[in-house]
């Protein structure tokens, strides 16, 4: 038995493998990760990491003796070269192969580059691996102002360390305003008004056109003459998923590895999961999606290891996202539109929900500071219960009979 062999070792790959064992699966697994060491989870990096409340021996998902004792081989510091299709063999940059049963495409994505000029240069940074993060650390001890290109969930995260530390902070965002593709308008308004309040500055509607140097990273140039003065320059403009492995093997690509309900490619002994796949969602309508988030790399890699495990079932997990921006926890769950109804929720104590409506029907909830609204939107959407705009409205209205009943 060749057994089954995982390109990736972060949060999907480290879970399809503990959730194989759960099953009862008791061939071999093997986790080609190309970063060293073992499996560890990338949240923290831009918030306790940053700040210091964890090290990276607190970032590993499991210690060492776990992957003893669960039969797991992770072959760290190893990159997938290509995938011999008809003879179920992937081949490595070393020149190695590995025979397969079935393999799992599990290889995340990568940062996307700021196409400008100066984007090489020292000073200028990103932030997706614990290398980047020590390195972005590090730098952040000796600068004196600091530039956070995209305000997205890395970017706000990081200016909002950046804000506890007492150090100069402008966020560069080409959109109107922060989250944009995330969450609502109103949603994003306090968001803003938190990170204002904390002494972080925005620049909304702005283009960079390239990094001032020579040497390294002084100023942020932006295309209307503007210059932001930074030492320190984080770009967090979203990702690229890590499929061109599948691409040369022949296998479909659409916004990542394409796969079925049950995450499988067209190749019956190949699957994917995690931030590399995307995959008919029946929280969208049935339309593709492709999911950056840990829920969806842990609950795609148990909805996997089921089905290898002779238990197949269609991946239909309500999925939800998180942030920590200093004082401030959003929590999201299910999936929103653009043109989704916003209705918003305010309840006596602190923090404020936003209820997402498409056509009348509950598509997805924001909530800032209000764990509990969040647990009972996974369990409503989960359930398919109807929720109406004026019922979410009202905060006298018991969202949480609803939900349980």
């Known amino acids: 038995m060749n057994g089954i062999v995982v390109v990736g070792a972060g949060q999907a790959g480290f879970q399809l493998g503990a959730s194989l064992r759960e099953n009862g699966y008791a061939g071999p697994v093997t986790l080609v990760g190309d970063e060293p060491g073992l499996p560890y989870g990338r949240p923290p990096l831009s918030k306790a990491y940053m700040l210091g409340k964890t090290d990276a021996a607190g970032l590993s998902l499991r210690p060492e003796a776990y992957f003893a004792e669960h039969r797991l081989s992770v072959r760290g510091g190893e990159r997938a070269a290509a995938i011999d299709r008809a003879g179920r063999r992937l081949l490595l940059a070393s020149g ?81 305003r922060p989250l944009a593709r995330a969450v609502s308008a109103d949603m994003a308004a306090l968001i803003e008004a938190s990170h204002v309040a904390a002494g972080v500055r925005f620049l909304f509607g702005s283009a960079v056109s390239r990094i001032v140097g020579p040497e390294r990273a002084r100023a942020v140039a932006l295309a209307d003459g503007r210059e932001v003065a930074a030492d320190l320059v984080l770009v967090g403009i979203g990702v690229i998923p890590n499929d061109a492995l599948a691409a040369s093997a022949g296998l479909r690509v659409e916004n990542g590895v394409a796969v079925d309900a049950m995450l499988a490619t067209e190749d019956p002994a190949i699957s994917a999961i995690g931030d590399c796949a995307s995959f008919p969602s029946p929280h969208a309508d049935g339309a593709r999606v492709r999911i950056e988030s840990v829920q969806n790399a842990v609950d795609g890699a148990r909805c996997l290891a089921a089905r290898l495990a002779g238990r197949p079932a269609a991946f239909a997990a309500v999925p939800w996202f998180w942030s920590d921006q200093g004082p401030l926890k959003l929590q999201i769950a299910g999936l929103s539109g653009p043109q989704d109804q916003a209705v ?21 909830v924001e909530s800032l500071n209000r764990p509990a609204d969040h647990m009972i939107a996974r369990r409503l959407l989960q359930a398919g219960r109807g929720l109406t705009p004026d019922q979410a409205a009202d905060p006298g209205f018991d969202l949480k009979a609803l939900a349980l009943g």
């Open 344 to 364: 918003r929720r305010d309840a006596p104590g602190a923090g404020v929900s936003v209820f997402r409506y498409r056509d009348g029907r509950l598509a997805s």
């Open 96 to 176: 190695e192969t590995l025979p397969y049963d079935h393999l799992v495409l599990a290889a995340g994505a990568r940062n996307r580059p700021l196409p400008v000029p100066g984007a090489d240069l020292p000073g200028v940074h990103q932030l997706r691996t614990l290398a980047e993060a020590d390195a972005l650390k590090a730098a952040l001890a000796g600068a004196t102002s600091v530039a956070v290109v995209g305000a997205g969930f890395i970017g706000l995260e990081f200016a909002a360390v950046c804000a506890q530390a007492g150090m100069p902070v402008t966020v560069i965002e080409g959109l109107d």
